[in-house]
């Protein structure tokens, strides 16, 4: 199956569609099912099922920010309800960027959670990982131009 969607936009991924669209009414019904249930079960509860069923990792430890993130959300019905997302290293399945891809029995380290409102989930943040700041709502490029009023023209609004 070809798919020009790179040149052609979405008119070049057509046919690839309809394949995959084929393809999935042929399939079978499977026995899938969520690794947990984001409405019923608690935080913690949604942390260790991915740590143990996704990860294969033996469970969790929690450190002092996690615990009080953790007791206020869950005293919140609705952020108790939201599932939760996994921030960690990208070179392993454990938080450990030393313990490199699928490593077993390890435990990791929940050292904060957050909410992502307007994604819907709880992002909990695993190991060491470091969190990149946002862009701005206007960012400092828009204050950057050329002076083209003298010979050679200057570059305004760089610091």
Same mark, same amino acid.
């Given at each position: 199956? *070809?798919?020009?969607?790179?040149?052609? #936009? +979405? =008119? &070049?991924a057509?046919? /690839?569609g309809? !394949?995959?669209?084929?393809?999935?009414?042929?399939?079978?019904p499977?026995?899938?099912?969520?690794?947990?249930?984001?409405?019923?079960?608690?935080i913690k509860?949604?942390?260790? *099922?991915?740590?143990?069923?996704?990860? #294969? +990792? =033996? &469970?969790?430890?929690? /450190?002092p920010? !996690?615990?009080?993130?953790?007791?206020r959300?869950?005293?919140?019905?609705?952020?108790r309800?939201?599932?939760?997302?996994?921030?960690?290293?990208?070179?392993?399945?454990?938080?450990?960027?030393?313990?490199?891809?699928?490593?077993?029995?390890?435990?990791?380290?929940?050292?904060?959670?957050?909410?992502?409102?307007?994604?819907?989930?709880?992002?909990v943040?695993?190991?060491t990982?470091?969190?990149?700041?946002?862009?701005?709502i206007?960012?400092?490029?828009?204050?950057?131009?050329?002076?083209?009023?003298?010979?050679?023209?200057?570059?305004?609004?760089?610091?």
């Amino acid at each position: 199956m *070809a798919a020009s969607h790179f040149a052609d #936009g +979405g =008119a &070049g991924a057509v046919a /690839l569609g309809r !394949a995959v669209m084929g393809a999935c009414e042929e399939a079978r019904p499977t026995d899938f099912k969520h690794m947990y249930d984001a409405a019923a079960q608690g935080i913690k509860e949604k942390i260790e *099922a991915i740590v143990k069923g996704v990860y #294969g +990792g =033996a &469970g969790a430890t929690y /450190l002092p920010a !996690a615990e009080e993130a953790i007791a206020r959300y869950e005293a919140n019905p609705k952020l108790r309800a939201l599932p939760v997302c996994m921030s960690k290293t990208q070179y392993s399945l454990s938080d450990s960027a030393e313990k490199l891809g699928a490593p077993s029995d390890f435990t990791v380290t929940v050292r904060d959670l957050y909410v992502s409102a307007g994604a819907g989930f709880l992002v909990v943040s695993l190991g060491t990982i470091s969190f990149i700041p946002g862009l701005p709502i206007k960012p400092a490029y828009y204050k950057i131009d050329l002076d083209l009023s003298c010979d050679p023209p200057k570059v305004k609004g760089l610091s």
